[in-house]
């Protein structure tokens, strides 16, 4: 991907019981499907007894790999409200598998789905959310005499350092969001008056939580 996105910040488990059934959701992130199908069968193997393991999952730039199963359960009611609530919270590689033991009870077509959903949605909030930042590396060389003045300046402006060098200068290697590197390079010969060398280094995604709100479909 070459754009910012939104993914689960960890993998994770989580149960509900709904009239005596219950909904296990496990949540997991992949890049391939093959990553995903294994996964799934991951699921089914751990849990031999149960009636139903559902699914869904997206991967991709552009979702183009999406894939679904209601595994028994009636046309509709458990892949498709699964793969609705990855769309809604808008997250990427990611596949979701839900178990079900069947406890004695009929849900109807419309629990199901609430089921399904929830059950998804109980998942995501337990294991969080991150954005996957496209950001790259900027090397700094500066003279000894001008080190104070930009370390406090990426101090104030909240810029991360990933590391410094010592030498007969000192070069502090920084991570800046993709977008705003021409803007902080400026920044950066302004405040300094040109005095400094920057050296353009690797892109790489950084990782920032963000908050994950109740589903809507509650």
Request: proline share 2%; with cysteine; charged share 25%.
């Given at each position: ?31 391939t499907k093959e990553e995903a199908d294994a996964f799934i069968e ?177």
């Amino acid at each position: 991907m070459s754009e910012n996105y939104l993914t689960i910040k960890t993998s994770g488990s989580h149960e509900l019981e709904i009239k005596k059934s219950r909904f296990i959701s496990s949540v997991q992130r992949v890049s391939t499907k093959e990553e995903a199908d294994a996964f799934i069968e991951s699921v089914r193997q751990n849990n031999p007894k149960a009636n139903h393991n559902c699914f869904a999952y997206m991967i991709g730039k552009h979702d183009e790999i999406q894939r679904e199963s209601d595994d028994g359960e009636p046309s509709g009611t458990a892949g498709v409200p699964i793969l609705e609530v990855l769309k809604r919270t808008k997250i990427h590689d990611v596949v979701t598998v839900v178990t079900r033991y069947f406890g004695g009870t009929k849900l109807g077509a419309g629990g199901l789905i609430r089921a399904y959903s929830n059950a998804t949605s109980r998942v995501i909030e337990q294991v969080g959310l991150v954005a996957k930042v496209r950001q790259q590396d900027l090397s700094l060389t500066v003279s000894y005499s001008n080190y104070e003045k930009l370390s406090y300046h990426l101090e104030q402006q909240q810029i991360n350092v990933l590391d410094t060098n010592y030498g007969s200068d000192v070069t502090v290697t920084i991570a800046v969001d993709l977008d705003a590197v021409e803007q902080v390079q400026a920044d950066l010969m302004n405040l300094l008056s040109g005095q400094m060398t920057i050296a353009q280094g690797d892109e790489h995604y950084h990782e920032v939580d963000v908050p994950v709100y109740p589903d809507s479909e509650d």
